[in-house]
């Protein structure tokens, strides 16, 4: 279990997926691989994407 002090805020919740897993449910993003360099990708696919919505709003 991961511990975090103080106040934090969180704009996203990422779950690891797991027969019977809850968190998988209401997570916004969950790893289907249980591996974390899944998340480096998917970062690198939402900043391509928002270089593709920033190009089309400035059109």
Request: proline share 0%; with cysteine; net charge negative.
């Amino acid at each position: 279990m991961l511990r975090v002090r103080g106040n934090c805020n969180a704009d996203i919740s990422i779950s690891l997926a797991f027969t019977g897993n809850i968190c998988a449910e209401i997570a916004d993003l969950v790893l289907l691989d249980q591996q974390f360099h899944g998340l480096i990708y998917g970062i690198a696919i939402a900043k391509g994407t928002m270089e593709v919505v920033y190009q089309n709003i400035d059109l």
